[in-house]
C-alpha cells in the first residue's frame, strides 16, 4: 500500500508531462451518498472529502499542475437542511485555519471565489487572513468556491460594468470579452483545461459557466472520499486522449 502512495508521489510514466492540463477544475459531489452507504450521517462523508482535496492539492504539487478550482459550495446549496450548513460553513473555517501555515509554507496562492459577503462573519475574517497570507505565493493557485454560482456571477459581472458605464468610467465600444472576464471573480486565472466531476453526474450544477466553454468534462462514477491519486491519474489519462479542436478543424 504504501508503495502504492509512494509511487504516485512522481508524475506516472504514462502521462505526457507536456500536455498535462494548467488548471483542473473540481466538482466533489457524492460526499452524502458515501456516508449513507456506510451507515453515517452525511457529514462524515464531507469530513473525509477535506482529506482527499488536501491530497489532490498535493499532488498538483507533485505534478506539476499549476492551478486546481475546488466547488465547495453552491448558491443553491443555502436550501440544504440547516444543520448541515453550518456543519459545512464550520468545516471550511475550521480547516483554513488548521492549513494555512503549511500553505504558506508550501507557496499555494488561495483564492476564494464566489459572494462571499453572505459567508458567516468570522469564515470571512478567515477567508482574508489566508488570501493575504499567501497572496504573493507562486506555487499552486489554488481556488475555492464557497458560496459561488455561475449565474450570480455573471449577473454580478453585468451590474459593476453597467455601473461603470452610468459613471462614464467606460464606453458601451469597450465592453468586450476581456473587460468582461475582469470583472468575473476568476479575474487573472486561466480557464480550466479539465473539469472533473465525481459520483457520476453530468451535469455542471452553476460551476464556472462563462470559463468553461472549452473545459474538457471527465465524469466519473466515483463518489468524492474515494477520489484519490490514482483516480486522478486515470482522469489525466483520459484527458490527454482528447483532441482539443476549439471550433477549428
Ligand atoms: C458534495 O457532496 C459536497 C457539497 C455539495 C458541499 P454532496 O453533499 O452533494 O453529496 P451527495 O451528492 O448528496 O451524495
Ligand atoms: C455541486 O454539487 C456543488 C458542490 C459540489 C459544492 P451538488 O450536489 O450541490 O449538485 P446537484 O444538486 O447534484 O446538481
Ligand atoms: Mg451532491
Redesign the pocket.
Known amino acids: 500500500m504504501l508503495s502504492k502512495v509512494n509511487l504516485l508521489k512522481e508524475l506516472p510514466p504514462d502521462l505526457d508531462q507536456s500536455r498535462l492540463p494548467r488548471h483542473v477544475a473540481v466538482?466533489?459531489?457524492?460526499?452524502?451518498?458515501?456516508?449513507?452507504n456506510r451507515g453515517k450521517a452525511?457529514i462524515f462523508?464531507?469530513q473525509k472529502?477535506v482529506d482527499v482535496l488536501k491530497d489532490l492539492l498535493r499532488c498538483c504539487q507533485d505534478w506539476g499542475i499549476s492551478a486546481l478550482t475546488a466547488?465547495?459550495?453552491?448558491t443553491e446549496?443555502w436550501g440544504?437542511p440547516q444543520p448541515?450548513v453550518e456543519f459545512?460553513m464550520t468545516l471550511f473555517e475550521r480547516v483554513l485555519r488548521k492549513e494555512l501555515d503549511e500553505m504558506v509554507a508550501k507557496d499555494v496562492c488561495i483564492r476564494f471565489i464566489g459572494d462571499l459577503t453572505n459567508l458567516p462573519h468570522s469564515l470571512q475574517e478567515e477567508i482574508k487572513r489566508g488570501m493575504e497570507a499567501t497572496k504573493e505565493n507562486k506555487g499552486v493557485k489554488f481556488n475555492i468556491a464557497t458560496n459561488y454560482g455561475g449565474r450570480q456571477e455573471i449577473i454580478q459581472a453585468c451590474v459593476a460594468i453597467a455601473s461603470n458605464v452610468e459613471k462614464g468610467l467606460i464606453k458601451v465600444e469597450e465592453i468586450d470579452e476581456k473587460l468582461f472576464e475582469n470583472h468575473l471573480y476568476t479575474t487573472g486565472i486561466i480557464s480550466p483545461d479539465l473539469l472533473i466531476r465525481t459520483?457520476g453526474?453530468m451535469r455542471i450544477s452553476n460551476f464556472l459557466l462563462w470559463q468553461m466553454a472549452y473545459t474538457e468534462i471527465y465524469v466519473t462514477s466515483t463518489?468524492?472520499p474515494d477520489f484519490n491519486r490514482e483516480k486522478f491519474h486515470q482522469a489525466l489519462l483520459n484527458y490527454q486522449q482528447r483532441d482539443r479542436r476549439f471550433g477549428k478543424v
Open positions: 466538482i466533489m459531489d457524492g460526499n452524502g451518498r458515501w456516508a449513507k452525511r462523508g464531507h472529502g466547488y465547495a459550495f453552491s446549496n440544504r448541515e459545512l459520483s453526474e463518489l468524492w
